[in-house]
């Protein structure tokens, strides 16, 4: 959030408005949607899964907390699935998820791309 908070000050094209926000929608994120960011925004260079999940017929409990994260995280506009629609969390495809919008913005002004390579590591294992 600090880097949030410095960077947003001195970004000239954001609106006091906007920003104000992209503070509040920031502090509503979990740290695994802010690794899931990451994880969008660099996706080239994990070996995620390229399909969705429908027709699975059961879920590790891992497996769907990651899956409910991304379902939030495309419904609050932050990432999309190239077009595709999720109604549910079987609709996530991890392998087809981009940033776009304010969530480009988040992924920007939070520094996300700082996030250690660590703490991605058991989000990834769960994406493959």
Do not use: W
Not at 92 to 105: H, S
């Amino acid at each position: 959030m600090a880097f949030l908070l410095g960077n947003i000050a001195f970004e000239q094209e954001i609106s006091a408005q906007l920003a104000h926000q992209i503070v509040k929608s920031a502090e509503q994120m979990t740290y695994r949607q802010l690794c899931l960011m990451k994880i969008a925004a660099l996706k080239e260079n994990y070996q995620l899964r390229v399909n969705d999940y429908r027709g699975q017929q059961q879920f590790r409990k891992e497996l769907y907390e990651v899956l409910y994260e991304c379902l939030d995280l495309y419904n609050r506009g932050f990432v999309n699935f190239s077009g595709e629609v999720a109604f549910g969390p079987t609709d996530v495809n991890p392998g087809r998820m981009n940033l776009q919008a304010m969530g480009v913005d988040i992924f920007n002004l939070m520094g996300l791309a700082t996030i250690p390579s660590s703490d991605l590591e058991p989000i990834v294992a769960q994406l493959r």
